[in-house]
């Protein structure tokens, strides 16, 4: 997949078949949209192309109101995002960097200026509540009628359902605010996952007899946050299983926030020994978070931490053994044992 950082590129597409939108989560409804897009891209001989926007268009809004409350729990990173369309099939995905001056972009500048002489839209695939341009103004049928004007097809799919349930990423935060890791697994149709490259950390891990491989979740408001029991990947050619923090780490102090930054800290319950103390930096991991043990605890000393942690290795062995005997996920080769 070719990715591009605003459109202004001469190796993009000079004509596409087009979606737009946020794709958090890139969640099944989003996977079925992909998947018409790709059918419609191949039948008029063009690629297919996804527009999204880095921030959130909601983060950018929270930013310049100074309302941090109104920038929405994130689900992925623009890494894994990125990844999962890639997987999809997706040919090319412009990433537009959402800013002042689009904000303030008309929805008939934003058709202009973007689809039509920016991307060479033939063809537009939007959502049941698509809205575009300064307040939202732009609908599907403003976008419909300049389709007809301008030459491009328009077509609008329908809310994708799982069990009754609609499928979107509000629903996809709501799961992992929750802990409900296997409802989030449904809706996203694979476990909920990050990646990243290892970097290092305080070291603390080594002294408590618990190495940790430390990745960045890049974004300041996580959807998930606590303890997890998971699976490792990309250190060894199978899986292995592992327990993890992802948050702020307030484990001794709670003013530590590693400089504002969120941490997914993971410990491998088997480490390869190949690797030695620090093989692994640098490497590029994906963890899947497969159940959640606990929120983060604050514990008083160094002592207590280390059998906090110690009791968090012998839940998560548990919930290993239990859900040996049952099938489990195929995707991203997760199977343990």
């Not at 409804?29 to 191949?42: I, T, V």
């Not at 929270?62 to 369309?85: F, M, N, Q, V, Y």
């Not at 490497?283 to 931490?305: F, N, T």
């Amino acid at each position: 997949m070719k990715i591009f950082r605003g459109f202004h590129h001469p190796g993009i597409a000079n004509a596409c078949a087009l979606t737009i939108g946020n794709f958090d989560g890139v969640h099944r409804g989003h996977q079925a949209m992909l998947a018409l897009l790709n059918s419609e891209a191949a039948h008029r001989g063009v690629e297919s192309c996804v527009l999204t926007f880095e921030p959130h268009p909601r983060d950018y809004f929270a930013g310049a109101l100074h309302k941090p409350d109104l920038a929405p729990a994130r689900i992925g990173t623009l890494r894994d995002k990125l990844t999962e369309l890639a997987r999809c099939g997706v040919q090319q995905t412009v990433v537009l960097p959402f800013d002042a001056k689009l904000a303030a972009q008309s929805p008939e500048a934003f058709i202009d200026e973007v689809l039509v002489r920016g991307l060479g839209a033939r063809y537009v695939l939007v959502g049941d509540d698509f809205r575009f341009g300064r307040q939202r103004a732009g609908d599907y049928a403003m976008l419909d009628a300049a389709g007809q004007a301008k030459g491009f097809d328009v077509a609008r799919m329908n809310s994708y359902e799982v069990h009754g349930l609609r499928v979107s990423s509000s629903a996809v935060r709501q799961a992992l605010a929750a802990g409900d890791m296997e409802a989030a697994a449904r809706l996203l149709g694979r476990p909920y996952a990050i990646s990243g490259h290892v970097v290092h950390g305080r070291k603390l891990g080594r002294e408590l007899g618990f190495r940790t491989l430390n990745m960045r979740f890049s974004h300041w408001k996580p959807a998930a946050s606590g303890i997890f029991a998971v699976s490792v990947q990309g250190l060894t050619e199978q899986p292995l299983p592992g327990v993890a923090n992802l948050g702020v780490r307030p484990s001794l102090d709670a003013n530590d926030v590693n400089g504002g930054r969120v941490l997914l800290e993971t410990h491998c319950l088997t480490w390869p020994a190949h690797l030695g103390k620090d093989g692994a930096y640098g490497k590029i991991i994906h963890v899947d978070l497969l159940h959640k043990l606990h929120d983060e605890l604050q514990y008083p000393s160094l002592e207590a931490l280390k059998e906090g942690i110690a009791r968090d290795c012998v839940q998560a062995l548990g919930h290993f053994e239990a859900r040996r005997a049952k099938p489990l996920w195929t995707d991203h080769n997760t199977a343990l044992g």
